[in-house]
């Protein structure tokens, strides 16, 4: 049985284990592409202590399965798998996965790029901070909104 595309947890998670579970029974997989982003001890040069993930359960999921769907119609991709976890983190934590797999390597980079861009910029999660001069929530960083708007102009119909 293939596992969800979209998972939301408290619980960290295995890269091989995902992975194998991404592979398993399809010999047309001929590349698999897997991004892991870790919590960062600084943001903005301030140093950060822990990282507090929120989300809106059932919203969230539903945008991230949307996503994935657009994945499928940009990219030559056989499977996808997002893992992204709430609740409070330390630096070095594992926060999210996003796994792709497709039969050849470029369209699983692509689609793996893709996820992780929207995540960053769009996905509905809240996150905050603590840092030694207290909390703070966390918006996105220009460069993540500059690196979406790139798949937005490069959309499928667009422009």
């Avoid at 091989?16 to 579970?21: I, S």
């Avoid at 769009?122 to 909104?145: I, L, M, N």
């Amino acid at each position: 049985m293939s596992a969800a595309r979209v998972l939301i947890t408290a619980d960290d998670f295995n890269l091989a284990d995902e992975v194998a579970r991404l592979r398993a029974g399809d010999a047309r997989v001929g590349a698999v592409c897997a991004f892991v982003g870790t919590v960062r001890d600084r943001n903005d040069g301030v140093g950060v202590a822990s990282l507090e993930l929120e989300h809106y359960p059932g919203m969230t999921e539903k945008a991230i399965e949307a996503m994935i769907d657009e994945a499928h119609r940009r990219f030559d991709i056989l499977a996808a798998r997002v893992i992204h976890r709430i609740g409070l983190l330390q630096p070095q934590d594992q926060i999210v996965l996003v796994a792709v797999t497709s039969p050849h390597r470029g369209e699983s980079f692509q689609a793996c790029e893709f996820l992780m861009d929207y995540l960053k910029t769009q996905a509905p999660f809240w996150k905050k901070e603590q840092t030694p001069a207290g909390a703070r929530w966390v918006d996105a960083r220009q460069s993540d909104d500059e690196a979406m708007k790139r798949w937005q102009e490069s959309r499928p119909g667009a422009g």
